[in-house]
């Protein structure tokens, strides 16, 4: 409440072979993923895709989100998760060292 | 309020060379434009590129989608802005006849 939302876009690519895999395993999430999704300030958050590209769309409502991503990267599930589609992902060379996923920027936005 | 939120994921491409002056004219967008997005039900609308590939995502919020589009093509300053955009973007052939972006689908979502 109050404070400001960042909002990120994000790409990646899925490996042609595994998208009925990664679309079936996103349909039905573990739940326990969600909640540390939710603990660690994640909102309204979507993944798109087109043939080989994903892409996702999230707010960030937290205070600190370089500590909120160290407790999402420390959880126990959410490394079993990222084990599965880490996997099934190939990542673009030029994302950020330590990210999976590109972050590219907002060029518009209205609320 | 108490109404669906549908939201939206969309592809375009931007011409190379226009690159530049697309994201300047989206960096001062004209207040008719955002006026008439508002009107259309439109909210929370983002657009991210990653080389020449645009990604839009935005939330409708209204109950008829095709009769707030049709209003926001019939806005003569819409009109005017697409006539500028549509020459910087390439749209991909593949997008629903009659449509300018690419709509893709959502394969995952939290709120």
């Known amino acids: 409440v109050g404070g400001a939302v960042r909002r990120f876009g994000q790409l990646i690519n899925v490996k ?12 039905d999430p573990w739940p326990e993923v969600l909640d540390q999704i939710r603990r660690s300030n994640i909102r309204n958050y979507s993944i798109y895709r087109h043939a080989d590209l994903l892409f996702a769309y999230f707010e960030y409502i937290g205070q ?7 407790a999402m990267a420390a959880d126990p599930v959410i490394q079993e998760w990222w084990a599965r589609t880490d996997a099934m992902q190939d990542p673009f060379p030029e994302r950020t060292p330590g990210d999976w996923w590109l972050t590219i920027p907002e060029i518009f936005h209205t609320d």
Chains 1, 2 share one sequence.
Do not use: S
């Open 64 to 70: 600190d989100f370089a500590a909120d991503m160290t």
């Open 16 to 27: 042609p072979d595994r998208i009925d895999e990664y679309e079936r395993l996103h349909a």
